[in-house]
């Protein structure tokens, strides 16, 4: 069924064509690359994929000069048309470049495909020139008339591409009639991957691609180049203003602080999930554990707008001491309790453990009815009392699941989450409150933010958790032999 | 609650255990005040985790004038609904609704499609290249470029304030493809072979074979995905910024309660005084009610559909502990 399995200088050469395509096919989707921007009219935020599909934001930010006259459509539809042609064009190369992945019948009808597909490709880059002849032209340079520098890199890949597939036609072995069209079950299973692999490349290894803001001095809307590469002065300016020195240590005693607190309490739920089972009653401890639970499927938003209802100057709490002759008014006399800063990084904590409790508390009940009854038995008979075997045999049990929990908690010590604190912050707390993941939001997208720093600050903690990952999971591997990621 | 058939079995066992070893089994004082204070701590938190949502229900039920004189702490007074209705009024809530809904519904349909499709992917030995795939996939869960770089990253996408910013990130989620793969391989592997014998390829097989057979860890991860797309704002706070008619159900909520709370920060900082601040109030609780039911709004479906999927959740938490 195989075609030659000796690999021939033609598969080589194919090797080539899958990488270029592959890089065409990303680039589509990247503003900073659009070939067909023909004139500077177009945003720079416009993508070639977008280019194509989409008429109206290639005009976006010229409506003015389109509806004065300034400048006529046939520029815009000319840019349109060559993007679609181009987005066929590297559509049928990718198709090819699949294609080419099978057997020799299958590998003669890639190359077919991939040549028209560069055909075509090439066609739309002559539009491109086309459209920027026509920008240029238009009167006082109204046009804007450009030529990206990344057409030059799609003409040469087509090119290239073309050339190989015209080679690889004559140099390979001709069409074999008996074997009709085929591919290999294991190549077959990696391109059904293949759009799932793009889509994770896309989100989460393309973003470190955006650490490079960290070494250059970058403000929103503007370009990255060598003339404002600053190198790491970022980095130093953190702790060289006494200002924003304050502000990191304020943030990181926060966070920390928090963390702490967290990570003290941590065997909470195992002893609300030990307790619970002392109860014997099967229908009040379902009801427990059910509607301990709920708190952990409603957002933070929702949890503070609970927290307002009860603790607002009009809030329960207030009514209530209306209602008991404390105090005369609510909305004059009340407490607005959540402005007060006092026992703050403590209330957090308790909201935090309000919430989440009972969810915590599944896996170790599900623990507990995992420990072998017997056990339970042998102490009874050697005359173990409730809290003796809730010492000796409940306890003893459920500690691996706790420092498997542990040690994931201590790995996440930097990470408190946004959510929480962004919602429960206000003026008077916003100090106190400020953990990395919030300090970091505020710097980059908070009102005179600045993008390179915040960089910074969420390089750090990232290294930093990726470090305490990997020493917890050593940790683990040595105490207990087990690895926990 | 309904029992299992295996619960009733379990409560009738543990029944005539304690009746055989009666004696070993006294009950002294001390457990009956263990019991006690145990019994107590636990109806008490189980009634902190449901009053404060009965509160904020009564009140939206509520006269509001009783509510904003505010005797509406333990019951309803003068029942109606008119909160609800009233609803139609507020700006941009529909447009909140329908957002919500909708990445819920497509968001999560995708996603359970994807792990259950990647999932089966990796289970494939002769994949090429499979167990560098899969890693590709799995490291993804342990490290994170972090909020600015994501962000910038959405921008040169396009798909900063795009509706597609709430589904397409989504898709693909390492956790639950992880999930999936583990149950596919714990399905018998004799089931796909003879499918492929009778010539089936490998789209039929997933379509005919393993996608009916893993249906329950796919209602468990289709749940995960909904509550988190239902109760998702994070998103919607850094990717929306200049789209204001795309924010999600949950983040329209938080402007609604930044709006009050500004109201607050004024009255204790001082900086108004206190007849401006009892009209303020006064106008304030209008609002406040209409937070309370926007509140309530959002939360009903979660409270709603809870008790019914509930062993799912602990199915979800257990799964959460076998590691791929």
């Known amino acids: 069924m195989k075609g030659s399995v000796e690999k021939g200088a033609g598969d080589y050469m194919l090797y080539v064509t899958r990488l270029l395509t592959g890089v065409l096919a990303i680039l589509a989707f990247i503003p900073s690359f659009n070939p067909v921007r023909a004139s500077k009219l177009v945003s720079d935020q416009v993508a070639l994929f977008t280019s194509a599909v989409s008429y109206s934001s290639l005009t976006k930010e010229s409506e003015f000069q389109l509806r004065s006259g300034i400048v006529d459509s046939t520029m815009f539809i000319l840019i349109n048309v060559a993007a679609i042609v181009l987005i066929i064009g590297i559509l049928g190369m990718v198709a090819g470049a699949c294609l080419s992945l099978g057997n020799i019948n299958l590998k003669r009808l890639s190359l077919i495909i991939s040549a028209i597909g560069g055909v075509v490709g090439a066609v739309g880059c002559v539009l491109v020139f086309v459209a920027k002849g026509h920008a240029a032209g238009l009167a006082n340079g109204a046009g804007e008339a450009n030529l990206p520098k990344s057409l030059l890199f799609y003409m040469i890949s087509i090119i290239i591409i073309l050339l190989i597939s015209v080679i690889c036609f004559f140099i390979m072995p001709g069409f074999d009639a008996d074997e009709g069209f085929y591919m290999e079950s294991t190549y077959k299973l990696f391109l059904m991957f293949l759009p799932f692999g793009v889509l994770a490349f896309l989100f989460c290894y393309l973003p470190l691609w955006g650490w490079r803001y960290a070494f250059f001095d970058y403000e929103v809307g503007g370009t990255i180049g060598m003339k404002n590469f600053v190198g790491f002065k970022w980095f130093g300016y953190l702790f060289k203003t006494k200002a924003t020195r304050n502000d990191v240590f304020q943030t990181i005693i926060n966070t920390l602080a928090m963390s702490s607190l967290g990570l003290i309490f941590s065997w909470l739920p195992m002893a609300f999930a030990i307790f619970l089972c002392e109860i014997k009653n099967l229908t009040f401890r379902r009801f427990v554990q059910t509607f301990t639970t709920v708190p952990n499927f409603i957002s933070w938003v929702l949890v503070y707008a609970l927290a307002l209802s009860l603790f607002d100057t009009t809030g329960f709490i207030n009514q209530l001491k209306v209602y008991m002759g404390i105090i005369k008014d609510a909305s004059e006399e009340g407490t607005n309790y959540l402005m007060s800063t006092r026992f703050i990084w403590f209330k957090m904590w308790a909201w935090g453990t309000w919430k989440g409790i009972g969810w915590s508390a599944i896996i170790y009940i599900a623990g507990i009815s995992g420990i072998d009854q017997q056990l339970y038995e042998a102490a009874t008979v050697d005359g173990a009392g409730r809290f003796q075997k809730m010492w000796h045999v409940t306890l003893p049990g459920l500690l691996p699941t706790f420092f498997v929990l542990l040690l994931m908690s201590i790995a996440a010590i930097l990470s408190n989450g946004l959510d929480q604190y962004l919602v429960f912050e206000n003026a008077r707390n916003a100090n106190k409150l400020s953990v990395l993941d919030l300090y970091v939001y505020h710097l980059g997208l908070g009102s005179n933010g600045s993008i390179p720093l915040s960089t910074v600050v969420g390089m750090f903690k990232s290294i930093i958790s990726v470090i305490l990952l990997f020493g917890a999971n050593s940790a683990s591997k040595a105490l207990r032999g087990e690895s926990i990621i | ?324």
């Open chain 2, 1 to 324: 609650m309904a029992k299992t058939a295996q619960e009733k079995l379990d409560a009738k066992r543990e029944k005539a255990y304690y009746k055989k070893h009666k004696n070993m089994y006294r009950v002294t004082p001390g457990d009956v005040i263990f019991n006690i204070i145990n019994y107590t701590v636990f109806t008490l938190f189980t009634i902190t985790c449901i009053y404060p949502f009965y509160y904020l229900f009564i009140n939206t039920i509520s006269n509001n004038k009783e509510v904003s004189l505010g005797r509406v702490n333990f019951y309803p007074v003068g029942i109606n609904i008119d909160n609800y209705l009233a609803l139609r009024n507020v700006n941009d809530l529909g447009n909140a609704f329908i957002v919500t809904t909708t990445r819920t519904i497509i968001g999560t349909a995708l996603m359970v499609l994807a792990s259950a499709f990647v999932g089966y992917l990796v289970t494939k030995q002769e994949m090429w290249h499979r167990s560098l795939c899969y890693r590709f996939l799995v490291i993804t869960m342990y490290f994170n470029a972090g909020l600015i770089p994501g962000y910038m990253n959405m921008v040169m996408l396009g798909l900063n304030n795009n509706y597609l910013v709430y589904i397409i990130p989504g898709i693909v989620a390492p956790y639950n493809i992880i999930l999936v793969k583990t149950y596919i391989e714990s399905i018998p592997a004799e089931l796909e072979e003879s499918a492929f014998i009778d010539g089936a390829s490998h789209i039929t097989v997933f379509r005919k074979i393993i996608w009916p057979l893993s249906k329950p860890i796919l209602a468990t991860i289709a749940i995960f995905g909904a509550v988190g797309h239902w109760n998702s704002f994070q998103d919607s706070l850094i990717y929306m910024s200049n789209n204001p008619k795309m924010l999600t159900l949950q983040h329209r909520l938080y402007v609604y309660l930044q709006q009050s709370s500004n109201l607050g920060t004024l009255a204790s900082t001082g900086s108004v005084s206190a007849s401006q601040m009892k009209d303020a109030v006064e106008k304030m609780m209008n609002t406040k009610v209409t937070q309370y039911t926007v509140s309530m709004m959002s939360v009903i479906p979660i409270l709603v559909v809870y008790p019914f999927m509930n062993r799912y959740f602990e199915k979800g938490i257990m799964l959460g502990a076998v590691k791929g």
